[in-house]
């Protein structure tokens, strides 16, 4: 099938169906060489003057324009609204188990940290912070949470109902949270253009992983990388992990960089031309998602960079879902990416160092008119969290 061209559909396509609705799918691309836009109604029977076919299966949606131009979109399985309306409060973080959530509140003047039962729907836990943390994460035990509340971190256990430790030492918003293995220590990276490496059980900032020549510039987005060689420290009363460990950061300037960790050496870098504001970790490449609506490819054997433009709007999130189905290949998944507009889009992950994914004219829809602002791949499925306040659940095999 033709994957040159853009389908856009009505955000509630399927609400629409079940209520007996029409709605609305438009196509811009390229038809007999000469630019196209095609705006077309669907009504409840599926039927559409200006498509060739559209048809329904559960919760996926085929649209196919002519033989051989076709989309497909999925809606979310789940949908859950944290506080009790749009934009007064937003999901962070879904738990490992998948049983629980993180949100802010920020309604009736009130600031808060909330754990929800994802089940239930019940709020268990009210964190009062001041003000209302724009970063959360669970543990990899799912039994204790970390949130970020401006230049400040803090951490709480769920069955105390307390905050327990405090970790102060950036100067600017905290952008991003990473764990190394088990949590005993993490890494933070912020607008300042500092990564620090912390120890959980003192609240010690252990290290600062920033050499004075680097470049200034907020690090907008970190991720964690383990090679399989042994970790070696010269003092290691503050250092927890097994495993040879180094940052991977992007900044605003365009930097993309390896830094090892404790020793805050810089392995590799590269500038890209636009800022870096998602990054993703293969098990032979590191994807960069930058501004431009680029997602760059750095192969980890030569450190190449392959770079394909995909979308006029900025990356703002990229998950990639690996199916492991079998001990002796490792079966290739998707990319989820979500751009400055709403939905979420697939692409395939490729071996081919010249074209390394493939736009699959496959979204995730669902997002009321608002961008997607975070993915998260779990065990049974992905999850985003929107600007429009709710969390949503796809259950996703991997392709």
Request: glycine content about 8%.
């Amino acid at each position: 099938m033709s994957k040159i061209g853009r389908f856009c559909i009505q955000h509630d396509w399927l609400e629409a169906l079940e209520d007996g609705e029409s709605f609305w799918i438009s196509f811009y691309g390229r038809k007999d060489a000469e630019p196209s836009s095609i705006h077309g109604k669907v009504n409840r029977s599926l039927f559409s003057q200006e498509f060739e076919s559209v048809k329904k299966e559960n919760r996926e949606l085929v649209i196919e324009l002519d033989e051989e131009t076709e989309a497909t979109f999925i809606y979310s399985d789940k949908v859950f609204q944290a506080s009790d309306g749009l934009f007064k409060a937003k999901f962070l973080d879904v738990s490992p188990r998948e049983g629980l959530a993180l949100a802010n509140d920020i309604s009736n003047d009130n600031e808060f940290v909330q754990v929800i039962d994802l089940e239930t729907k019940e709020t268990l836990l009210s964190l009062y912070v001041k003000p209302a943390p724009h970063f959360a994460r669970f543990f990899p035990s799912g039994e204790v949470i970390i949130f970020a509340s401006h230049n400040e971190i803090y951490l709480a256990g769920l069955k105390s109902g307390k905050i327990v430790r405090r970790f102060k030492g950036h100067s600017e918003s905290i952008t991003g949270i990473e764990f190394i293995e088990e949590g005993r220590n993490f890494i933070s990276c912020s607008a300042d253009g500092k990564l620090l490496l912390w120890e959980c059980s003192s609240g010690e900032e252990v290290s600062t992983l920033k050499s004075s020549c680097d470049p200034k510039g907020p690090i907008n987005c970190l991720r964690i990388y383990q090679t399989g060689n042994d970790a070696s420290f010269s003092e290691s009363e503050n250092f927890f992990w097994k495993k040879e460990t180094f940052a991977v950061c992007g900044t605003e300037e365009g930097y993309f960089r390896i830094i090892s960790v404790p020793k805050g050496t810089i392995k590799w870098e590269h500038k890209f031309s636009s800022a870096i504001c998602s990054l993703e970790i293969l098990d032979d490449r590191f994807i960069a998602g930058c501004r431009d609506g680029s997602i760059n490819s750095i192969w980890r054997d030569s450190f190449q960079d392959v770079s394909s433009f995909f979308y006029p709007h900025a990356v703002l999130s990229l998950s990639a879902q690996i199916a492991k189905e079998s001990q002796k290949t490792n079966i290739r998944g998707d990319l989820y990416v979500s751009f400055g507009g709403t939905g979420v889009a697939v692409f395939r992950i490729l071996d081919n160092s010249e074209s390394p994914l493939e736009p699959m004219h496959n979204e995730l829809t669902g997002s009321d008119c608002e961008p997607v602002l975070q993915i998260l791949n779990r065990k049974t499925g992905i999850w985003t969290t929107s600007r429009d306040g709710f969390l949503r659940f796809y259950s996703l095999k991997s392709s």
